[in-house]
């Protein structure tokens, strides 16, 4: 069964400081992972796909299959960043999304 | 260009009332999809369509119903309300069922809370 797992349900960090959201997923085959980005009093949106290897908004995420994860991670944080981060799974022969619990990004100035 | 919207912003709706929450996407997109938020349970899948005329069940799917007779439209009734349903709704939609560079878009959501 897919599944998608995010530890962390806040995560405070200062500006400027590196952050690091954590997605774990669990896909019997080759899946295809995202970053959904919620700011506050906007729709949800796609951040980045590891399909595209891009850095969006200073961010990145590589899909390690060895440990079925594919955390976010930003070197230096902006209070801009503060919101609702979701990861997401796709199969390739299938066309649902399964997406984790998500984890609740603040950054402190 | 709306991209996709839907209505209303939000509800309030005693128990045992039939409500449509209403869907609707201008970019031709194949595939539509109905979620409901819950603190600490992230976004689960209602029901999906992958082209008009064909709907299918999700995760959550108990107590919901769709149709898609278009390819615009994507309602979704609930035909009994019951306090449990009390969530944020968001409709979304992608280009093709299937497809490796798939991306989904949302709507703005709708607050249901069901008394």
């Known amino acids: 069964a897919q599944r998608v797992t995010q530890p962390e349900k806040l995560l405070s960090v200062f500006k400027g400081a590196p952050v690091e959201l954590k997605c774990n997923y669990s896909?019997?085959?080759?899946?295809?992972l995202f970053w959904y980005v919620q700011y506050s009093r906007q729709r949800l949106q796609l951040l980045l796909r590891?399909?595209s290897r891009e850095s969006i908004k200073g961010f990145t995420a590589d899909l390690n299959k060895g440990e079925t994860s594919f955390h976010l991670k930003k070197p230096f944080a902006q209070e801009e960043d503060s919101a609702m981060y979701y990861c997401?799974?796709?199969?390739?022969?299938?066309?649902?999304?399964?997406f984790g619990p998500g984890t609740r990004l603040s950054v402190l100035p | 260009i709306a991209g996709i919207t839907q209505a209303p912003t939000s509800q309030i709706l005693a128990a045992g009332r039939r409500m449509t929450l209403r869907c609707t996407q201008d970019?031709?997109?194949?595939?539509m999809y109905w979620y409901r938020q819950d603190l600490g349970l992230g976004l689960r899948l209602i029901h999906y369509?992958?082209?008009?005329?064909?709907?299918g069940k999700g995760e959550v799917p108990d107590g919901y119903s769709v149709s898609r007779a278009n390819t615009d439209d994507f309602p979704l009734t609930l035909a009994s309300a019951v306090p449990s349903q009390t969530s944020v709704y968001f409709c979304?939609?992608?280009?093709?069922?299937?497809?490796?560079?798939?991306?989904?878009?949302f709507g703005p959501g709708t607050r249901l809370t069901v008394l």
């Open positions: 979304a939609s992608s280009p093709m069922a299937v497809s490796s560079y798939n991306e989904q878009f």
């Open positions: 896909y019997s085959g080759s899946p295809e």
């Open positions: 590891h399909i």
């Open positions: 997401a799974l796709k199969g390739l022969k299938g066309q649902n999304f399964v």
């Open positions: 970019m031709r997109h194949n595939a």
């Open positions: 369509s992958n082209t008009a005329g064909t709907t």
